[in-house]
């Protein structure tokens, strides 16, 4: 007897999984183990759980791929093993990736298939990493040139009506980078 049987993960903090457990009962999953975010996506009790549940002649359910793989080499990785096992793979948002009888997909539908899976990890490792950065203070993107000191003296130049070249070329910088400095200060000053 086949069985369908579900994983999510949460993508990102406080996202939840609860939409995605929905939509997989829907789909007729027998049952449905989950994982909260993590900082190490390798380190999932749920998925190592639902692994192990999973009889050959089941079907492993998920909402989306990149619920279950935190990069294209283990989703391809988890998905040969499943094979091997005698499970099969469905996901509800990607036909062309599935394995069990409903798939039809051709190569192209694959290879595009998994090509938007990748760049979709990315995009959760990116957002994982800048909210990581945010939480502990630090601003994504690029330092600033202007230091305390420079905006400082950026302000002295400026009163004494100085022309924005004048003060990057005495500041060592782009006229931009004095502009973007004394734009975010007080209108008052």
Excluded: W
């Amino acid at each position: 007897m086949t069985r369908l049987v579900g994983y999510t993960r949460e993508l990102t903090p406080g996202a939840g999984t609860e939409a995605d457990a929905a939509d997989l009962t829907a789909a007729g999953a027998v049952r449905v183990f989950t994982d909260g975010a993590t900082t190490d996506p390798r380190k999932r009790p749920g998925l190592a759980e639902c692994l192990a549940f999973l009889e050959p002649g089941d079907v492993l359910v998920v909402s989306s791929s990149a619920q279950l793989s935190h990069a294209v080499t283990h989703f391809l990785s988890t998905l040969t093993g499943l094979s091997d096992r005698g499970v099969q793979f469905r996901s509800l948002s990607e036909p062309a990736l599935c394995t069990d009888a409903s798939s039809s997909a051709g190569p192209t539908e694959v290879y595009a298939a998994l090509e938007a899976l990748r760049r979709r990890l990315v995009s959760v490792r990116t957002r994982a990493g800048m909210a990581s950065a945010a939480a502990s203070g630090k601003r994504p993107g690029r330092p600033t040139v202007m230091t305390p000191e420079k905006v400082a003296m950026a302000l002295e130049l400026r009163r004494l009506d100085r022309p924005m070249t004048h003060i990057a070329r005495v500041l060592g910088v782009s006229p931009n980078s004095v502009q973007r400095a004394l734009d975010h200060l007080p209108r008052t000053l």
